[in-house]
């Protein structure tokens, strides 16, 4: 069984102890990055995301924003002490339970997030969207014995603990801390102080479930030191953050995506947020000029949806725009950049290794290459046979570096995410001879037709450049003849119509642009795309249907 190398506080060790064996690890290095290679052997992140700004005296400085309303670095750790002393002291916590958080994103989720770390315990943030029998395997998985639940989500809530006995304690929170709830009236009876627990570096801190676009969603641990390092690596070493920089975006705390963008990345570094529980394009470009937001992270199709009306909103305090969640058309970075002047930083990251490891910024980007491996990672292409692919070649993405995957009770998965210490992405890439990696698909949306094989994005590419497309998704389907085809699944423009001469015109709009027999040979209009919540289309309900 894995100890950790400090003073564990962890007296439920159920998620150490259904960490995957240590032979199954990935490499974790932290030696390469000098910041990370200086962690003490205790760590609590809420003590250096949270605590720290207050002791330093910046308690006054905003951390987050909420329609009329900013709390303050001071508000919130006395929130966040407030629901720590609850946590212990009326539910019954004990370092090491696992808590689920269910609301979406406003700042009483933030608070409680926080609470929840400093009185040890650990954080299993789930989708807002998520119905009861979606709930309901992630609580038996992660064996969750509280929850902190917001009053607006808890009718699935509340079905989903009838079937979980597991669960012992539920508190219900209003989303701004000022209604009539449970843990509202608890928290008015406690304290303001609360003394952090004294976490090892490598104590659980957190389990992220993946967003589930293949399918059946996966649990991933991450400890204290983890959290810590991504707040030391893409924002310290891709984008520059300031105490006058605000952010916001669109990806829910659940998905690790916005738990960094949105919290760890600018806590870390004295900045503030902008919660918004529901974005919507004219909701972002809302927030952006009224918070006069400095960055913003969101995933691709929400830079398309907002292009139509950039013009309409004061963006000029914009400096920055992550893209992440799904792969970044060229199209999409080349029509972001002519509507509003700024060029999109693309990442790469997955849930398994809690955030972004590849990127590219300023004078490094290259248009159409999502970048290189930020400093602290390793990346290289392989083959089926597990060695490297040379430049030019093709080749499934490993990456390794301070954080890896580590499944909850998984060791199946976790042998086909990881081989010979390296994280396997699951992406198919080529790399140039400067080093920068080209996505070319998913590895399960790459498609063999009639013998070619074709990669899903490269079609898409292609359509999203003809000016009646607003977005689209392209997977194989059998057939009889060719083994699979091209089929694309295209949502229009307002103004377009869906006939038969428009499928013949992008038909012949992608053999223009590409081989022509990647083209799709049927093309279907719809009104939408299937998408999880952080916005990646899942491509295996199109398949499926």
Not at 502 to 514: F, P, S, T
């Amino acid at each position: 069984m894995f100890q950790p190398t400090g003073q564990s506080a962890h007296r439920d060790t159920f998620a150490r102890d259904n960490l995957p064996p240590r032979d199954l690890w990935p490499a974790m290095d932290y030696g390469a990055v000098p910041d990370l290679a200086a962690y003490p052997a205790q760590i609590n992140v809420a003590r250096d995301l949270l605590d720290v700004h207050v002791e330093t005296g910046f308690g006054d400085h905003p951390a987050l924003h909420f329609g009329d309303v900013t709390w303050r670095y001071a508000d919130l750790q006395a929130r966040a002490n407030q629901i720590a002393h609850v946590l212990v002291d009326d539910m019954g916590l004990v370092p090491g339970n696992r808590v689920l958080l269910r609301a979406p994103n406003n700042p009483m989720l933030v608070a409680a997030w926080f609470g929840v770390l400093k009185a040890g315990g650990v954080c299993v943030t789930t989708m807002p969207m998520l119905r009861a029998g979606e709930l309901v395997p992630l609580i038996n998985k992660a064996q969750v014995s509280h929850a902190l639940c917001d009053i607006a989500l808890a009718k699935e809530f509340d079905a989903a603990r009838a079937q979980t006995p597991v669960l012992q304690t539920v508190m219900q929170f209003s989303a701004d801390g000022l209604g009539d709830t449970a843990l509202e009236r608890a928290m008015a009876q406690k304290p303001e102080t609360f003394e952090t627990v004294d976490t090892a570096a490598d104590d659980v801190a957190l389990i992220a479930f993946t967003s589930g676009t293949t399918g059946g969603s996966k649990g991933t641990i991450h400890f204290h030191r983890d959290v810590l390092a991504i707040a030391d690596l893409f924002p310290k070493q891709v984008i520059a953050i300031g105490r006058d920089d605000v952010f916001a975006g669109s990806p829910p705390l659940a998905f690790t995506f916005g738990l960094g963008a949105l919290v760890v990345f600018p806590m870390r570094y004295g900045a503030s947020s902008v919660m918004v529980e529901r974005f919507g394009p004219d909701t972002m470009l809302e927030t952006i000029a009224r918070h006069r937001c400095t960055g913003i992270y969101t995933a691709p199709t929400a830079y398309r949806a907002m292009l139509a009306r950039v013009g309409d909103y004061d963006l000029s305090s914009l400096k920055v725009c992550v893209s992440a969640g799904e792969h970044l058309p060229r199209a999409t970075w080349e029509a972001w950049k002519e509507g509003t002047g700024i060029e999109l930083v693309d990442g790469l990251g997955a849930t398994e290794l809690l955030h972004i490891f590849v990127s590219a910024s300023g004078d490094a980007i290259r248009p159409g290459a999502t970048g290189k491996a930020i400093p602290g990672y390793e990346a290289r292409l392989i083959d089926e046979d597990g060695e490297t692919v040379g430049p030019g070649g093709e080749g499934r993405l490993a990456v390794r570096g301070p954080t890896g995957c580590r499944y909850l009770a998984d060791p199946e998965r976790q042998k086909g995410y990881v081989l010979d210490g390296w994280n396997l992405t699951g992406d198919v890439y080529r790399q140039d001879d400067d080093g920068y990696l080209h996505y070319i698909a998913r590895a399960d949306d790459m498609i063999i037709s009639a013998g070619y094989n074709i990669a899903g994005p490269e079609v898409e590419n292609a359509l999203l450049t003809h000016p009646a497309v607003q977005e689209c998704a392209v997977v194989g389907v059998a057939d009889a003849q060719r083994g699979q085809i091209v089929k694309a699944h295209v949502v229009l423009k307002d103004g377009a119509t869906g006939d038969a001469a428009l499928i013949k015109a992008l038909q012949d709009h992608v053999k223009a642009e590409i081989a022509p027999y990647k083209y799709p040979r049927t093309v279907v209009f719809a009104d939408s795309l299937p998408k999880t919540q952080t916005g990646k289309v899942q491509r295996f309900k199109l398949r499926d249907a």
